[in-house]
């Protein structure tokens, strides 16, 4: 049994694009029941057990046989060496849609849960809602020694229940009123072109000659920056929004914005655009569920002219005001309705900066004698582009248990990790400026 792709999830199948979720962790790893609970979501969800197939002239998914279907990989080995090895390790098309893999170390007290997921049949908030659920059910089972939970295999492959597309779920429009909504949107594209951040890693000429796809390990590889700030800081960047009247992500916004001002050359103003995805669960009637195994999240771009000297707090005023005003109209049920449209006129996600916000999102529930010491969510792709000179920063932003985590990942053959680390600390910097201008609250009694 197939399930069509919808044109937003159908975008997806050419970026080869995945969430990354991984957990470090600390104590003992029953991985037996690690396995079973991996069973289970995947029995749950039946886009995990899927693959991408052709559909005329478009893709779907296709259910995968009993032996293809994903289960728990382990091994022993350095975690740091794992994590990499993961993160550029491909989802590919025609294989399954999900993978799990736990990597213990020499001493069997410390781990990396990593769980990937292809961004066809995922976004954000539900691959983060995925992996606490796993966790639950590892909870579960090793606090009732159950061999596992959910339906029968049996039940699971005859039954498929396909979630349906956030496309089909949009409420009805006007095809004139979104054509127009489409005009609109690629005539100020036309009239604001963005400038980009120019990569730092010069191309040899073996790798220009060739063409280049971005592919392989003798052009680069994914890595990542992170920046991090603790409860405190974070309690205080979120003061300072509160105070101003902004969100955190306008904040960010506004300190990736200055910083990749500062990597161009030249005086005065540039149009840089912002890029700012909008989850689309909460807004819909009625709202969908973050267990949803689907892509519901659409974009806004805004451009602003940005100078060495753009007051950060006023840009972010008016990221904060663009991005209301765009989801007060409605704008974002339109986009999603474009979005078929990206392909054959790329400039309507062109921006400089890609600022995710995943908001304060909590960890995985864990048994007694296990803690997770670290957990993170970062995006990767299989399709980068050294040969284009230069690309949007993306900068990938979740708090989880209310510690702010930005992830900057990158490609080797574009942007050279001094650079990318350069630039991290550059936004950590604004948003230490932000933290510290945050007027501290009365200390009060816990009478909890």
Known sequence: MHRPLCPVETLY???????????????????????????????????????????????????????????????????????????????????????????????????????????????GHSSITLHNTLWDHYRSLVADERPQTGRSDADASDTPDWPEPVSALLPPADEADTAAYLDARIAQAKENPVELVRYDVARTPEAASAGGTGKGDDEGHIEVRRLTLDADRTARLRERARQAGVSVHALI????????????????????????????????????????????????????????????????????????????????????????????????????????????????????????????????????FPQAGRSPVMACVVAFEGRLSIEFPHYTACFSPSFMRAFRDEVLDGLLAFASEARREPATADVS
């Open 13 to 123: 199948v050419g970026q080869r694009s995945r969430a990354v979720l991984s957990c470090t962790l600390r104590g003992r790893v029953d991985v037996e029941a690690l396995a079973a609970a991996f069973h289970a979501v995947t029995q749950a969800h039946p886009t995990l057990r899927s693959r991408i197939v052709a559909d005329g002239t478009g893709h779907a998914l296709a259910l995968l046989d009993e032996t293809e279907r994903p289960r728990l990989e382990t091994r022993t080995g350095d975690l740091e060496e794992a994590y990499a090895t993961e993160l550029n390790r491909p989802v590919t098309v025609g294989g399954p849609l999900s993978r799990a893999v736990l990597v213990s170390a020499p001493d069997e007290e410390e781990h990396l849960f990593v769980l990937v997921v292809d961004h066809t049949v995922t976004d």
């Open 253 to 384: 916004a506004a300190a990736l914005l200055a910083t990749a001002r500062r990597r161009l050359v030249g005086d005065g103003s540039r149009t840089l655009g912002c890029l700012s995805p909008v989850d689309l669960r909460s807004r819909m009637t009625p709202p969908l569920p973050a267990s949803a195994m689907v892509p519901a999240v659409t974009t806004h771009l805004q451009t602003l002219d940005v100078s060495e000297t753009s007051d950060p707090l006023g840009l972010a005023r008016t990221v904060h005001a663009r991005v209301s005003d765009f989801i007060a109209s409605g704008g974002h049920f339109h986009e999603m309705r474009i979005t078929q449209e990206i392909p054959r006129n790329p400039a309507l996600q062109l921006a400089t900066v890609i600022v995710t916000n995943m908001g304060v999102v909590p960890g995985p529930r864990l048994p007694d004698g296990l803690r997770a010491v670290d957990v993170r969510l970062v995006p990767g792709r299989e399709n980068y």
